[in-house]
């Protein structure tokens, strides 16, 4: 079928066809001759035209006269011999012949059998039963139609394909960028927290210095009391051993308020101290160190509609919470 479909079925039908008798010629009675003019008809219809003239036969397509007295005057058409011998020798010719016959070129098409029929054999067998049969022209206009139609559909479906790709293609690359977007808020809210967090340390640390300060002012204050009262002690032991350890006389000699005066430490040694005593209260602000939890929402994308590749924006049911 494939060689029948490259060449035009009216050509060949013209060129191996007797146009009088519209029958394929063969190597027997449907012989191609050869007129004088260069026309072909078939032996049959030759010796019929032969036996209506005297002296020639006119050709039936230019109506020069071909002046003979005998069909062995004129000489076969080898060219079409040719090719209707290698033809049938080929096996190609059952490709170009009428499928029922397989001896004429056919004309009509069935389309309930799906094949291509002569003129004779068109109604036994086809028309006969029922069979719709059209010419093989209007056949195959009606073929190129169907298949156009597909080949249309084909390609509406292909660049419904390719837009749904380019929706797709689109909602990806959103997608990428709010990826990206969320995951640099959460940095940000993290510096902003690590920031918090070292303000926090550092007034937490200047509160705990000043404690320690007053607290160190005191204690060393009082220290400081304590020694000068322990050199008073220790030089007034020093004093009274020094007198014990005098001759009878001389300790009763100098006798006096001198050493009867009583140094008076007690009273001034520090009873009460009023100092600070650090102690953490923890702020009951974050119960844990997150910053947020991330939330979703449901978006449905169109890949039919131009702007589906935008992402359907309804506000978020609950917004991240960012204890800041
Ligand atoms: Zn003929
Ligand atoms: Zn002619
Ligand atoms: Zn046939
Ligand atoms: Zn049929």
């Known amino acids: 079928m494939a060689a029948a479909s490259c060449l035009d079925p009216d050509l060949v039908r013209e060129v191996l066809e007797c146009p009088i008798c519209l029958e394929t010629y ?3 009675q449907l012989r191609p001759k050869l007129l004088q003019c260069g026309h072909s008809v078939c032996r049959q219809c030759l010796e019929k035209l032969l036996a209506s003239t005297i ?3 006119r050709c039936p397509f230019c109506s020069k006269v071909s002046r003979m007295s005998s069909i062995s005057q004129l000489a076969d ?3 079409v011999l040719k090719i209707i011998d290698c033809a049938s020798s080929c096996g190609s010719a059952a490709g170009l012949m009428c499928k029922s016959c397989k001896n004429r070129l056919p ?3 069935c389309c309930d059998c ?7 054999c068109k109604v036994e067998g086809h028309q006969h039963q029922g069979h719709t049969v059209q010419t093989i022209r209007t056949a195959a206009e009606q073929r190129r139609k169907d298949l156009g139609g597909r080949l249309t559909s084909l390609r509406d479906t292909m660049a419904n394909i390719q837009k749904k790709k380019a929706a797709i293609d689109s909602v990806s690359k959103s997608l990428r960028l709010k990826y990206k977007a969320v995951q640099q808020e959460y940095a940000r809210a993290e510096l902003q927290l690590q920031e918090e967090l070292g303000r926090s340390r550092r ?7 000043e404690v320690e300060k007053l607290n160190s002012q005191i204690l060393e204050e009082q220290t400081y009391l304590l020694n000068i009262a322990e050199v008073q002690v220790v030089s007034r032991c020093d004093y009274l051993t020094m007198r014990i350890k005098q001759t009878d006389t001389a300790l009763l000699e100098e006798a006096g308020g001198n050493d009867e005066e009583e140094l008076d430490v007690k009273s001034n040694l520090p009873v009460l101290l009023k100092l600070q005593e650090p102690e953490l209260v923890k702020t009951e602000n974050p119960q844990s160190l997150d910053m947020g ?8 994308v169109n890949t039919d509609e131009e702007d589906g590749q935008e992402l359907a924006a309804a506000p978020p049911l609950s917004p991240p919470p960012l204890p800041l």
């Open 203 to 209: 007034a937490f640390a200047a509160s705990l210095a």
């Open 77 to 79: 058409n080898l060219t």
């Open 114 to 120: 799906s094949v291509v029929l002569c003129d004779a």
């Open 55 to 57: 002296n020639g036969v």
């Open 293 to 300: 939890q991330l939330t979703t929402k449901q978006c449905t």
């Open 26 to 28: 063969n190597q027997d």
């Open 107 to 109: 004309r009509q098409y």
